[in-house]
């Protein structure tokens, strides 16, 4: 029952979150980092209630580890966010980030000296074709697009290779860190709430140097037009409401994936949040008419596919209904 509401709570709360996320994009492109403030501020004020205790339980895992994983995640949180001020599609943005566990294991064979079956060495080439794929047909369209002259278009191509720099250098720090958090794991035990509440608390005064970019934006969502809120039934700006319900919708996802990870195994986790992802892309590219040709689906297949391929999802299933047919035999 748990699995069925994390489930639930994981498909719920992210692809809502990125209904949310794509209406704030829309009418303001350069809020990034509002919304990841605010993203912290509340999860943090969660944790410090619920999992500190108003701050009187000692954490597992010493302040100094906890000090260099959050240097790490606060800095691919920001720039995640902010490499859509960089002409970056809200579906690419998705896609590139579905590289994460390819480049985790990129990064192990490297740092760790991992050594990988065949199969997997094969999903890093069918992820990194698909992510190229879709990579060179966004491009085309930053030129179409952008291509009033040839000045404009080149100045566009070059600020949307930007954004493309951003997303790479945050997949690879992503990677980066999941490893460090694996090796404190295994020292220290797993703490996934603890790390949650840390990652989100200690990064905070980090936002005083975005400080000018964020109170900006808090003054253009005060602007935005006022809609009526049914249970309080006043009005508020729209975009605050927005936020509100991105910041709720992107707590209630962490908190299903959190709930998966205590109830599942790893490769079911990994095989929901895939799904999740896949399922975001399509509301994405239905609901907000978003474009995306023939070549971006085929990048997408491939890029999924090298995923379920990593997760050894076809071996599973196969197992299963070979245990299915044993079962059947013995009846």
């Not at 975005?210 to 975009?239: C, N, R, W």
Request: glycine share 6%.
């Amino acid at each position: 029952m748990n699995t069925l509401f994390a489930i639930a709570l994981v498909f719920v709360g992210c692809c809502s979150n990125v209904v949310f996320l794509e209406l704030l994009v829309r009418d303001f492109p350069g809020c990034g980092n509002i919304v990841t403030f605010a993203q912290f501020a509340f999860i943090a004020l969660e944790g410090f209630i619920f999992e500190t205790n108003f701050g009187r339980k000692k954490p597992h895992i010493p302040l100094s580890n906890y000090v260099i994983m959050v240097t790490m995640f606060f800095t691919v949180s920001v720039i995640n966010n902010y490499a859509l001020n960089f002409n970056i599609a809200m579906p690419l943005h998705m896609i590139f980030r579905s590289g994460s566990l390819i480049a985790n294991m990129i990064l192990g064979i490297i740092i760790l000296k991992k050594r990988y079956s065949a199969s997997k060495y094969l999903s890093i080439v069918l992820v990194s074709l698909g992510i190229f794929i879709c990579t060179i047909m966004s491009a085309k369209q930053v030129n179409v697009e952008k291509g009033a002259t040839e000045e404009d278009s080149f100045y566009a191509f070059m600020h949307w290779l930007l954004g493309i720099a951003m997303l790479t250098f945050a997949l690879l720090m992503s990677a980066r860190m999941g490893i460090f958090q694996e090796t404190l794991y295994k020292k220290y035990g797993k703490h996934s709430k603890e790390a949650l509440f840390y990652n989100h608390c200690l990064p905070l005064p980090g936002f005083l140097l975005l400080s000018t970019d964020i109170y900006k934006h808090a003054v253009l969502f005060s602007q935005s037009s006022p809609v009526e809120v049914p249970v309080i039934g006043h009005s508020v700006p729209v975009m605050w409401l927005y936020l509100l319900m991105n910041v709720i919708t992107q707590y209630v996802c962490i908190r299903g994936v959190f709930i998966l990870t205590t109830e599942c195994a790893s490769l079911t986790v990994t095989l929901v949040v895939t799904l999740r992802k896949f399922l975001s892309l399509i509301i994405s590219i239905l609901y907000f008419h978003n474009p995306f040709t023939a070549g971006h689906w085929v990048g997408t297949a491939v890029v999924f596919l090298g995923t379920l391929l990593y997760t050894e999802v076809w071996s599973s299933i196969r197992v299963a209904m070979k245990g299915e047919k044993a079962d059947k035999k013995a009846e």
